[in-house]
């Protein structure tokens, strides 16, 4: 019969070192007392730890909290930004978009091209540019379509030129570090999670209303992918006898009034309201976004008369590319884990 396992020494100091990185990358440079107040370690568990990760490279001296006050106590310290680089990728039907971002989330690269030509070369091509000299630390893409949890490929083609089985087998090979592949919705949502319209929701789906149309799921403060990685792929639901892109895509949406547009919308969320009860729709895309607040009160209306089961609906708040911003956060936090300790 096993007892519980007390953490040992080593454990002790990953775990105090990750704390002191985290409020570092939250907070920016802290003094050693500001450590000491904000994680409850003692005075030489601080002192130890600050020495370890500045030998390890992680931390630096960034300069003095005031003017008025010198000595050790007063000394600033940070992230070395530059310690880990990682790239974002959003790679849809005629351009790709990469932003290169150091260790504390400031981009410090970007290109964007068009979609022609070997995907291969082409994703190592923009991500060079974006890189520079850089050497990267992981590489995140999101793209259209379902992406098998088993392997990181997708479940079937999508409709990116040139888009072939065994790719990111290829792009892992070509660029000599991690590739991860998600769909670009998925990504999305991270987005909106994070620093968007369902920042501080445990639970919500993302519709993503544009040229292309889909959804997430976040359940619990998690992304919910499904067996398959289809959870979410709203597109294809039968709506009003068609398919709910059909009816609400950008070329449609375009056509028909305000109104229409948000009693179709709510019908198709309302597939959502009553499996999973996520309290919150958050309308993203380029439609979704240009409707705002009032497109969202419209399908909150309708979602009211639809059913019982009380649901917000907001529109992004997401500025610029959320697929992007996705990607290059997701990207953060596996290398987070793999520089900082997991």
Not at 87 to 97: E, F, N, P, Q, Y
Not at 322 to 331: D, E, H, I, R, S
Request: net charge negative; glycine share 14%.
């Amino acid at each position: 019969m096993g007892g519980v396992k007390t953490a040992t020494p080593s454990m002790a100091r990953a775990i105090n070192d990750r704390l002191a990185l985290d409020l570092l990358l939250e907070r920016g440079p802290l003094t050693a007392p500001q450590l000491r107040t904000l994680t409850g370690l003692s005075r030489p568990t601080v002192s130890d730890l600050i020495e370890r990760l500045m030998e390890g490279g992680l931390v630096e001296a960034t300069g003095e909290s005031g003017e008025a006050r010198r000595g050790p106590n007063a000394r600033l310290y940070g992230l070395v930004a530059g310690r880990a680089h990682v790239a974002g990728v959003d790679l849809r039907l005629g351009t790709i978009s990469v932003n290169v971002a150091d260790i504390s989330g400031k981009v410090v690269g970007t290109a964007v091209r068009a979609v022609s030509g070997d995907l291969v070369d082409l994703v190592e091509g923009a991500i060079a540019e974006a890189a520079g000299e850089r050497v990267l630390d992981t590489v995140v893409i999101g793209a259209p379509g379902l992406v098998q949890p088993r392997d990181g490929e997708l479940v079937s083609s999508n409709d990116v030129p040139g888009w072939r089985a065994g790719l990111v087998a290829s792009w892992r090979r070509r660029l000599g570090v991690p590739v991860v592949l998600e769909n670009e919705v998925n990504l999305a949502a991270i987005a909106e999670l994070r620093t968007g319209a369902a920042q501080g929701s445990e639970d919500f789906a993302l519709m993503w209303v544009g040229d292309g149309v889909g959804a997430a799921v976040v359940l619990g403060g998690r992304l919910r992918r499904g067996a398959s990685g289809g959870a979410g792929e709203i597109g294809f639901l039968e709506v009003r006898g068609t398919a709910f892109c059909n009816l609400v895509s950008s070329a449609v949406a375009g056509g028909i009034e305000s109104t229409e547009l948000a009693a179709r919308l709510a019908d198709g969320a309302f597939a959502f309201v009553t499996l999973l009860d996520p309290g919150l729709v958050v309308l993203g895309g380029e439609t979704g976004q240009e409707g705002g607040d009032e497109l969202a009160a419209m399908v909150a209306a309708r979602l009211r008369a639809l059913g019982p089961a009380p649901t917000e609906v907001r529109a992004s708040t997401v500025t610029g590319n959320a697929v992007l911003q996705g990607a290059v956060l997701t990207a953060l936090d596996l290398a987070r884990d793999n520089v900082f300790g997991a």
